[in-house]
């Protein structure tokens, strides 16, 4: 069964440096996602991307962050200046349609020291 | 917006029994109601979906029950296994492509 899967696992780094978080959506899906979930709390919405481009973003969603599909597989999320408060699980999904299901990758967990 | 809640943190329950986890949502627009299932170290796992134009849906072992006067949410798991421990989530969608996730309900089988 296809599944979503993520890079790396774990990711420990700075305050202030630039991370790269990895996912490779299913292979048929079209329209994906990147939620983040902070130690004990909700999952929480950040992205969405079809098309090659934002299709929304929630208010977490800063000028901090941006999301990039580099190649025909690949779809990224990059934190250009990483805060202690960006700490948390960072959960790509993928959707056949806007109105489908959303499958989760298995995350990653990132330590911002 | 959306606001998503869960009625219990954590619910424990024996081994064989059936189990029902509650969630309450805001927003009468929502129309897409998810169920969740995540274990430790893991990522959401899809478990059941219903749309705004059903109250009842059945998968394996699985029901969930929508009802949208009193804006609420049940999902219902028949003869509870171990491996049905982890933390449940309902996600409610309101038009737009991204889900409002609830707090989660910690599901703990006793064998």
């Known amino acids: 069964e296809p599944e979503v899967t993520q890079t790396p696992s774990h990711q420990v780094t700075q305050m202030g440096q630039e991370v790269i978080l990895r996912c490779v959506p299913i292979?048929?899906?079209?329209?994906f996602y990147w939620y983040r979930q902070i130690l004990g709390q909700k999952v929480e919405f950040l992205v969405s991307?079809?098309?090659?481009?934002?299709?929304?973003k929630s208010e977490i969603f800063d000028d901090q962050f941006s999301v990039e599909r580099p190649d025909g597989s690949n779809f990224t999320l990059k934190i250009r200046s990483t805060k202690l408060e960006d700490s948390a699980m960072y959960f790509c999904?993928?959707?056949?349609?806007?109105?489908?299901?959303?499958?989760f990758g298995p995350g990653t967990r990132l330590l911002v020291l | 917006g959306e606001s998503v809640g869960l009625h219990l943190p954590t619910l424990s329950v024996q081994e064989g029994d059936n189990s029902i986890i509650n969630c309450a949502y805001s927003?009468?627009?929502?129309?897409?109601f998810i169920w969740y299932k995540q274990e430790s170290g893991k990522g959401p796992q899809f478990i059941i979906d219903?749309?705004?134009?059903?109250d009842k849906r059945q998968g394996q072992r699985v029901t969930v029950l929508l009802n949208k006067t009193v804006k609420h949410l049940s999902l219902q798991i028949a003869a509870t296994q171990p491996g049905d421990s982890a933390v449940y989530f309902c996600?409610?969608?309101?038009?737009?492509?991204?889900?409002?996730f609830g707090t989660g309900t910690r599901l703990t089988v006793i064998p």
């Open positions: 996600a409610v969608k309101t038009g737009a492509n991204n889900l409002f």
């Open positions: 927003n009468s627009a929502s129309d897409y």
């Open positions: 219903i749309r705004s134009n059903m």
């Open positions: 999904a993928s959707s056949k349609g806007q109105k489908e299901t959303q499958y």
């Open positions: 292979s048929n899906h079209l329209y």
């Open positions: 991307f079809y098309n090659n481009e934002i299709s929304e």
